[in-house]
């Protein structure tokens, strides 16, 4: 077996952002995906973020629970605190270490599979927690690292690549995350970086529960016709916030579009994807238009992408809480232990 390992030497001319660190600083160890993986895209898209915000790594600690979404921090921030959680049990890891630390950044990368099956209900009890974190969904539809069973997110209908009809329906996790209290909730296509990075680059900036569902077609068991998880179907039913910035397989295709526009995109095998784009009247502030708009367009088969919800005056869990600001880890016996006279207050309270 060889191993490709990235050379340590940085260029002197490599541009530095505040922290005095280069792009390269924010990277991971090479990929082993599928080349053409939506995977990377998003993995690319999180280096440019961090890097762009000028977060030192070290701030920085980066969770996730088994499949191939969940190798991909290997991917990026290497020199960032990291874990890799058993599978579907990343958001409950992710709530402990941020008890015990609040003064990381956290980041939970996740699939369809680990967040929508397995660990829905770790999903969705760390959302309606309100943990400060960015939760990144990289979705795909199917479970890639099993050799292509649907899952829980595969839209009714569709077909899987040995011609299997899903005849479920599907969750939808922007729905789910608005819905149980989600303060950053935005949805965008693996492809398209100029919109992908900025919602990033706001996630990372918020305090609160920040959800992301990207949709990262699966190149090797998601991307033919029939997949609404493929790089065609989203090209062609995307409503997107962002100009365009679409890889298809090795090559990069680019669209410039406006707001509030479609655009029909051929693709090389002939097949065209239509996008269509938020415009920019769009309010992410009301959360109960947010939900109709996301229903209207599904109606229409539209895949609504952009930033779809935010909460001016969000809270997260040691708001609720009443933690202090300190980071629990770092509180001394002196602060945890008040005293016989003050547990015993307590108890005569709880009496």
């Given at each position: 077996m060889t191993w490709i390992a990235r050379p340590k030497f940085h260029?002197?001319?490599?541009?530095?952002?505040?922290?005095?660190?280069?792009?390269?600083?924010?990277?991971?160890?090479?990929?082993?995906?599928?080349?053409?993986?939506?995977?990377?895209?998003?993995?690319?898209?999180?280096?440019?973020?961090?890097?762009?915000?000028?977060?030192?790594?070290?701030?920085?600690?980066?969770?996730?629970?088994?499949?191939?979404?969940?190798?991909?921090?290997?991917?990026?921030?290497?020199?960032?605190?990291?874990?890799?959680?058993?599978?579907?049990?990343?958001?409950?890891?992710?709530?402990?270490?941020?008890l015990a630390n609040r003064d990381l950044i956290y980041i939970g990368v996740s699939g369809d599979g680990d967040s929508a099956s397995i660990g829905f209900g770790q999903f969705a009890h760390s959302i309606r927690r309100g943990v400060d974190m960015i939760y990144i969904v990289e979705n795909n539809g199917v479970y890639g690292l099993t050799k292509g069973q649907r899952s829980a997110t595969a839209d009714e209908g569709t077909t899987m690549k040995k011609g299997e009809v899903n005849t479920d329906k599907p969750i939808d996790m922007i729905s789910m995350a608005i819905k149980l209290g989600a303060s950053y909730v935005g949805r965008s296509f693996s492809g398209d970086k100029e919109q992908l990075i900025p919602l990033i680059k706001g996630a990372i900036q918020h305090r609160g529960a920040a959800f992301l569902d990207v949709i990262?077609?699966?190149?090797?068991?998601?991307?033919?016709?029939?997949?609404?998880?493929?790089?065609?179907?989203?090209?062609?039913?995307?409503?997107?916030?962002?100009?365009?910035?679409?890889?298809?397989?090795?090559?990069?295709?680019?669209?410039?579009?406006?707001?509030?526009?479609?655009?029909?995109?051929?693709?090389?095998?002939?097949?065209?994807?239509?996008?269509?784009?938020?415009?920019?009247?769009?309010?992410?502030?009301?959360?109960?238009?947010?939900?109709?708009?996301?229903?209207?367009?599904?109606?229409?088969?539209?895949?609504?992408?952009?930033?779809?919800?935010?909460?001016?005056?969000?809270?997260?869990?040691?708001?609720h809480l009443g933690t202090v600001a300190t980071p629990l880890n770092t509180l001394g016996e002196s602060d945890l232990c008040p005293g016989a006279k003050t547990l015993s207050a307590i108890n005569a309270s709880l009496r």
């Open positions: 260029h002197a001319s490599l541009t530095k952002n505040e922290q005095g660190c280069t792009r390269r600083d924010y990277e991971g160890t090479i990929s082993t995906l599928c080349a053409g993986c939506g995977h990377d895209s998003i993995s690319a898209a999180i280096v440019q973020a961090f890097y762009e915000l000028s977060i030192a790594p070290h701030r920085v600690a980066k969770l996730s629970g088994i499949g191939c979404s969940s190798k991909t921090p290997t991917y990026f921030l290497g020199a960032s605190h990291g874990f890799n959680s058993v599978h579907g049990r990343m958001p409950s890891v992710l709530t402990g270490a941020n990262s077609p699966c190149v090797a068991f998601n991307n033919h016709a029939g997949s609404t998880k493929s790089y065609d179907w989203v090209r062609e039913h995307n409503e997107a916030v962002n100009q365009l910035d679409v890889m298809m397989d090795h090559e990069e295709m680019v669209l410039q579009q406006s707001p509030g526009t479609v655009e029909d995109v051929a693709q090389p095998d002939g097949t065209v994807l239509r996008l269509h784009k938020i415009a920019m009247d769009f309010d992410p502030t009301d959360r109960i238009k947010a939900l109709d708009y996301l229903e209207r367009h599904a109606a229409e088969g539209e895949l609504v992408t952009g930033l779809l919800y935010v909460d001016r005056k969000p809270k997260d869990l040691h708001d």
